[in-house]
């Protein structure tokens, strides 16, 4: 995951190739640039997808759960915390 500053987000998938592990890039959308971190923290509701956590410039924490599809990698956004997030300086 890559987002450029416009706030588009973008999915370079792996390859599994050490020489050249990563695929082209894959446009997600644009509108990204309202959260102050983007966390790809593994499959958090344990549905065998990658999951990404966002966190918003207010202190809001949001998952995406992942759907598995390049094309349309995420689920839309579940509000899972109210402000306060922001006193964490790194998420992982």
Known sequence: MARDRSGILYLYKGTGNYTEPFGPRSRIGGGWNEFNTL??????????????????????????????????PFKPKTKIGTGGWNTYRIMF
């Open 39 to 72: 966390v790809s923290i593994g499959d958090i509701d344990v549905d065998g997808r990658t999951d990404l956590l966002a966190r918003s410039t207010d202190g809001a924490l949001y998952l995406y759960k992942g759907t598995g599809s390049a094309l349309t």
